[in-house]
């Protein structure tokens, strides 16, 4: 029997200040999501003292891959069994298999333990993200929702510039095994909050579970992952093993789509993709994954290699970008939520993101680092723009049953553009310094980026002056092409965009005396292609 008690979601749509039960939910949600941001960039930093104690050095990019990995594959799962079997115990269960993995990760003795452990956090990571879009669907209206955005911008800020820092500080004075251990008092905190104030109705469905259906997607987005991760690296774009998984992913894709079509009840139900708005969001946030996490990779690695900035505070290397996009997230929410107008901003966002990836290709040897920060802040605009209101249409665009689908397929489509992105941008940043080393150095140039084109401060401190200023040039060369390459893509988004049909948004909003929420009352709106 449903639960008929009055819930946060009741209150949501009243126009008015938020419950405080919701608020504290809100701020459960917030921790929840920072664990999930925080933990790669934590462990990055405490990765040299791991395999220092740990050893197994050859199998350290595992410790990354794995936890990736079981976080692609099982997002869009959390989403579908919150749909039917409830999103508050589905989304309990995320947060302890999350704790859990995080625990025995930080007990691990060899690194064989410490890969296997990083697959049981990442299971549980893939809920997370997934968990707290769905909850604030459920609880705020979309009209409402995007006052939120700046809250939801301000923890991806803080986690991408904040994460370094407490994993190197974390790792100096406590150990590593902290910095997986950290992740406990938070989750049990996040835990006990939504045990005690959420509230949602519960449901029981009577449909199994597609079995068939999510390992097929599982082994699709598996060997999609592997691919961008291994390919140019670990194994060369053409090789056997590359065009194999390839094949793998390719059929298992087109089984699963095909499976879809007969299952009673799918994975990823495909009339979600009817929706003109969602197919475009999904479009537009892929590409903002491809270009983000592109932009993340490069710019560090740009300013300590040519600007000469430490490696120490890479984080603060972002904050002119991070700083822009929570800025105009604050805005794009606000402006939304008062009008119950969006269109403009993914218009606008893929333009300032187009301009400001160009600028960012026409950085050289001689840029300095405030005329870098300009360009970076250009980007971080157009992403502020565009981060949180792709998941607010996408929501707005299905009815509420598919609520966690939609969350998770958006949120999944985010996930393979950032693989997409730091893997050709990544080939093509390194095709390119390795030729220009090999042009202005010669045999020793090609020598010195013959293991990786990537090379740390403290390498680069010890290369002969000329080969230092080649590889500076090489790098120059680099950061252009794979910048230059993300305009490109960017003008897919700025196409989609383009097409996007301004369905008025449902729920609450600013009202005149008087009036009635006409829209608080409707059904969802669901419009056709």
């Not at 104690?53 to 990354?64: A, D, P």
């Not at 006052?147 to 301000?154: L, S």
Request: charged content about 10%; aromatic content about 8%; proline content about 4%.
């Amino acid at each position: 029997m449903a639960d008929t008690t009055k819930t946060p979601a009741d209150d949501a749509g009243t126009g008015g200040k938020q419950p405080r039960s919701v608020r504290v939910v809100l701020l459960a949600l917030m921790i929840a999501m920072m664990l999930a941001m925080l933990d790669n960039m934590i462990i990055g930093t405490a990765m040299p003292t791991i395999v220092g104690e740990l050893g197994g050095l050859e199998r350290l990019s595992w410790v990354v891959t794995a936890y990736t990995l079981a976080t692609a594959a099982s997002t869009p799962l959390w989403g579908k069994l919150g749909d039917m079997y409830g999103r508050k115990a589905t989304f309990m269960s995320s947060i302890v298999i999350f704790l859990i993995g995080s625990a025995l990760s930080g007990m691990a003795q060899n690194m064989n333990e410490l890969i296997g452990f990083r697959a049981v956090q990442g299971l549980g990571a893939g809920g997370l993200m997934v968990g707290v879009m769905a909850i604030i669907g459920d609880l705020i209206p979309p009209r409402e929702r995007g006052k939120y955005q700046g809250m939801m911008a301000a923890v991806m800020a803080l986690a991408m510039i904040g994460g370094p820092l407490v994993g190197g500080t974390i790792t100096d004075h406590w150990g590593w095994r902290w910095a997986f251990y950290i992740n406990l008092p938070l989750g049990v905190v996040a835990l006990a909050a939504i045990s005690v104030v959420l509230h949602l109705p519960k449901k029981r469905s009577k449909a199994r579970i597609d079995y068939l259906g999510a390992a097929l997607l599982t082994v699709g987005i598996t060997a999609i992952v592997l691919v961008t991760t291994w390919g140019g690296t670990e194994y060369a774009w053409g090789s056997a093993r590359i065009m194999e998984l390839i094949g793998i992913g390719v059929a298992a894709l087109v089984g699963f789509v095909f499976w879809q079509t007969k299952a009673a009840e799918p994975v990823v139900p495909l009339h979600i993709f009817r929706s003109r708005n969602f197919t475009l969001m999904s479009v537009i946030g892929f590409i903002t994954g491809f270009v983000m996490f592109g932009a993340t990779l490069f710019l560090p690695l740009y300013q300590q290699s040519v600007q000469g900035a430490s490696a120490t505070n890479s984080g603060l290397l972002l904050l002119p970008m991070l700083g822009a996009m929570l800025v105009t997230s604050m805005v794009a929410g606000r402006v939304t939520t008062n009008t119950g107008k969006y269109k403009v901003f993914p218009v606008l966002g893929s333009v300032l993101m187009i301009v400001g990836l160009y600028l960012l290709s026409t950085m050289d040897t001689e840029t300095s680092r405030f005329t870098s920060g300009v360009y970076m802040a250009v980007v971080g605009f157009g992403m502020g723009c565009l981060m949180q209101i792709t998941m607010l249409v996408a929501q707005n665009s299905v009815e509420m049953k598919d609520m966690g689908v939609a969350s998770s397929s958006t949120t999944l489509f985010r996930t393979l553009g950032s693989s997409f992105g730091v893997a050709i941008m990544g080939a093509l940043f390194n095709n390119r310094v390795q030729d220009v080393m090999a042009e202005r150095a010669g045999a020793l140039g090609s020598k010195v980026t013959g293991q990786s084109a990537q090379l740390d401060w403290k390498s680069l401190q010890k290369l002969p002056v000329p080969i230092r200023e080649a590889y500076q040039h090489a790098v120059s060369a680099g950061t252009h092409s794979a910048f230059l390459l993300g305009a490109v893509v960017a003008v897919v988004a700025l196409v989609a965009a383009v097409f996007v049909k301004e369905v008025p948004l449902k729920g609450a909003g600013p009202k005149k005396d008087g009036e009635q929420d006409a829209q608080a009352a409707q059904p969802p709106v669901v419009e056709a292609v």
